[in-house]
């Protein structure tokens, strides 16, 4: 059995007359004989968490499966290897600091005996 890591991608759509597009996208670990079996359980994954409901404000939230994104590999990976990255682009920079060290200030106070 190998290790896969997949990103799901989602589009969830609210019905509230908004024209803002939302997209979910999720990395998950994928347990495969093969990289082509890792895809198709990947892929059905992502079907399987479709799902639609009415939230508190009764609108329509749909969360529909986009596709399979990425797929890489996880056998041989070592300590530190690098598994994903992604770039931000953001114009308040001071604000996307603040949120990176509030979330980990979150999983040390949640996980960690140091914090």
Known sequence: MNSYLAKLVFNISIDNGS???Q??????LIQANTIEAAFLKARALGK????SFVNNQSHLVEWKFIDVAELYALNGA??????????HEIENA???????????MLIQAKSLTFA
């Open 48 to 51: 399987k968490h479709e799902e």
């Open 78 to 87: 070592k300590d530190g290897d690098e598994l994903y990255s992604t770039t």
């Open 94 to 104: 001071s604000s996307f600091i603040k949120y990176v060290q509030d979330k980990s």
């Open 19 to 21: 024209n803002n597009k």
């Open 23 to 28: 997209f979910d996208e999720q990395t998950r």
